[in-house]
């Protein structure tokens, strides 16, 4: 059973901050890792996808994968108001073939 | 690029009636997509697979005789959920795996919301 642990939150940031946000894989043949960025009641948009260990940059995003640590997490430089969300971080084996595993999200919220 | 469409994004239905979501991949070519369902404050649930041109494959504990997928072409994927009852009502999310320089990333559809009296 393939499991992808998120902490719920909520998690609090102020304005401009970094948000840091991590996640936890139980699967150790997963290939392929993604966050999502969810708004209530919307469907998940992609925010990055890793696949190899160490860090990637887009934008104020950095995605940072430790496949030794089955580790993934997500980075948020200066945040905005508009980066409240819910950030689901999702999993997948060799390939693509197999449908994602979500964790169960962070709930983030940026103070003005 | 990599929009995807569901339609209906709502419908009401009563019981024991069938509601079919339609998904389509806007600007790409899809030979798999995903179904998900996603029930309040949970997280998404993978719900099958579809390939095109052949049959979907199920997760554990999803009835494929409830839950009527068909993968026709390369850019739309239908759900028919049969015999539908309150318990089904839910958040209904496709994905289209867009591939090609080593990257397999999903992009959602809007959702479909359906909610059974």
């Known amino acids: 059973q393939k499991e992808v642990e998120q902490n719920s939150g909520p998690l609090s940031v102020p304005e401009g901050a970094i948000a840091s946000l991590n996640c936890t894989y139980s699967?150790?043949?997963?290939?392929?890792f993604f966050w999502y960025r969810q708004y209530s009641g919307k469907s998940p948009e992609l925010i990055m996808s890793i696949y190899s260990n160490g860090d990637k940059e887009d934008g104020r995003f950095t995605a940072q994968l430790n496949k030794a640590s089955q580790y993934v997490s997500l980075l948020i430089r200066d945040s905005q108001p508009s980066d409240s969300a819910t950030y689901l971080c999702a999993v997948n084996g060799g390939g693509g073939a197999d449908g994602l595993t979500f964790g169960k999200g962070t709930h983030l919220i940026i103070q003005p | 690029g990599a929009v995807v469409s569901q339609h209906p994004s709502w419908v009401i239905c009563k019981s024991g009636t069938s509601v079919k979501i339609e998904c389509r991949s806007l600007?790409?070519?899809?030979?798999?997509m995903f179904w998900y369902r996603q029930f309040p404050k949970q997280s998404l649930m993978l719900m099958a697979t579809s390939n095109e041109g052949s049959k979907a494959t199920y997760e554990q504990g999803v009835e494929k005789d409830k839950f009527l997928i068909n993968h026709a072409s390369l850019t739309l994927s239908t759900l028919t959920v049969t015999s539908a009852h309150p318990e089904d009502s839910s958040f209904y999310i496709c994905?289209?795996?867009?591939?090609?320089?080593?990257?397999?990333?999903?992009?959602f559809g809007p959702g479909t919301r359906l909610t059974v009296t």
């Open positions: 600007d790409f070519q899809a030979t798999t």
């Open positions: 994905s289209a795996r867009r591939t090609g320089g080593g990257a397999y990333e999903q992009y």
């Open positions: 699967d150790r043949g997963s290939q392929s």
